[in-house]
């Protein structure tokens, strides 16, 4: 049974900084890419970052250049890294895996990330 397990969020002022972890377990993990996605109210849910099994990244055009998206596959973990955060990226950040060549997607149940301003 494939679990995504998202941690790390919380409220922070706007300007500082958040690191999301993403324990995963049940899927062989350095064969998937790995993605984080965040849903505000009332919006969809979008792509923040994306990591692929070659450590090949991309980002959202509304977070590159403040958050960094990295995993460890020793650990089964995806990593993000998320600096100078802003009021907008509030919203419940969702963990990612997509198996290489596959259409198979699983999910975490995600986890909330507050700024105030």
């Known amino acids: 049974q494939v679990q995504l397990v998202e941690s790390g969020g919380g409220l922070v002022q706007a300007g500082g900084s958040l690191r999301l972890s993403c324990a995963a377990s049940?899927?062989?993990?350095?064969?998937?890419?790995m993605g984080w996605y965040r849903q505000a109210p009332g919006k969809q849910r979008e792509l923040v970052a994306h990591?692929?099994?070659?450590?090949?990244?991309k980002y959202a055009m509304s977070v590159k250049g403040r958050f960094t998206i990295s995993r460890d596959n020793a650990k089964n973990t995806v990593y993000l890294q998320m600096n100078s955060l802003k009021p907008e990226d509030t919203a419940v950040y969702y963990c990612?895996?997509?198996?290489?060549?596959?259409?198979?997607?699983?999910w975490g149940k995600g986890t909330l990330v507050t700024v105030s301003s």
């Open positions: 990612n895996a997509n198996p290489i060549a596959s259409a198979i997607n699983y």
């Open positions: 049940g899927l062989i993990f350095r064969i998937n890419a």
């Open positions: 990591i692929d099994p070659g450590d090949s990244t």
